[in-house]
């Protein structure tokens, strides 16, 4: 009796080629930045059907078989280079540590260990570019992105679809907004400043009512 035909596995649609990954926390402030910059990119333009565009979030290694299935990578993030607040750098494959003592992105440890893993797989993508910036601010908590961080979207955009050009990829100006955004509705970033409370009804750097508690040295 013949078997059945085993079925396809599910791939992500990143396996079409490209990958172009924002990641980053849109509570931290300015750590959400490649999150907000890989939306802008989104809302501005289309994309061929071999290019997937991913709010990576917070996932952390559950982005590997993203990662895996994709020829090439893209990611925008934010970095600690020790640089002036909102610099903008561009990293290029070799330039990108897989493992280093030289702190990078601001999520060091789950981003560099899905590289080593995806290199550990031998299935590393050919190409893989990070454009960067160097955050303000970060301790404000349920914050959006600070003024001076901001202020560098656009740029990260054009060198995106520079990028995405020199690798071939023609990114197309939309006459519309997308018809689906890329992240849900309420991290949306106007919903998302426009709801959020104010210094009165929220703190903005910690929970006043555990820090007011006792201190350091001193007994219960």
């Not at 930045?33 to 939306?39: K, L, N, Q």
């Not at 709010?55 to 970095?79: F, N």
């Not at 002036?84 to 702190?103: H, K, M, N, T, Y």
């Not at 992105?145 to 690798?167: P, Q, T």
Request: some cysteine; proline content about 8%.
């Amino acid at each position: 009796m013949p078997q059945p035909a085993p079925e396809e596995p599910v791939v992500p649609a990143s396996s079409a080629g490209v990958l172009v990954l924002g990641i980053g926390n849109v509570l931290w402030a300015d750590e959400g930045f490649g999150v907000r910059a890989v939306e802008a990119l989104h809302q501005r333009y289309a994309m061929p059907a071999n290019v997937s565009l991913v709010d990576g979030g917070t996932q952390g290694l559950y982005l590997l078989e993203y990662v895996c299935c994709a020829e090439r990578v893209l990611v925008l993030d934010s970095i600690d280079y020790r640089l002036a607040p909102g610099s903008l750098r561009i990293f290029r494959d070799d330039e990108v540590p897989v493992w280093s003592d030289q702190a990078m992105s601001l999520h060091q440890a789950t981003f560099q260990e899905l590289l080593s893993l995806a290199r550990l797989r031998d299935r590393f993508p050919q190409k893989i570019t990070l454009i960067g910036v160097q955050p303000d601010v970060l301790d404000d908590l349920g914050g959006s992105l600070s003024a001076l961080v901001r202020a560098r979207i656009d740029e990260a955009v054009e060198l995106a679809v520079a990028e995405l050009s020199a690798w071939g990829i023609d990114a197309v100006p939309r006459s519309e907004p997308p018809e689906e955004p890329l992240s849900p509705g309420a991290l949306a970033i106007h919903t998302y400043e426009g709801e959020r409370p104010s210094e009165t009804e929220a703190c903005r750097i910690g929970d006043a009512r555990f820090l007011n508690q006792v201190q350091p040295g001193e007994n219960a």
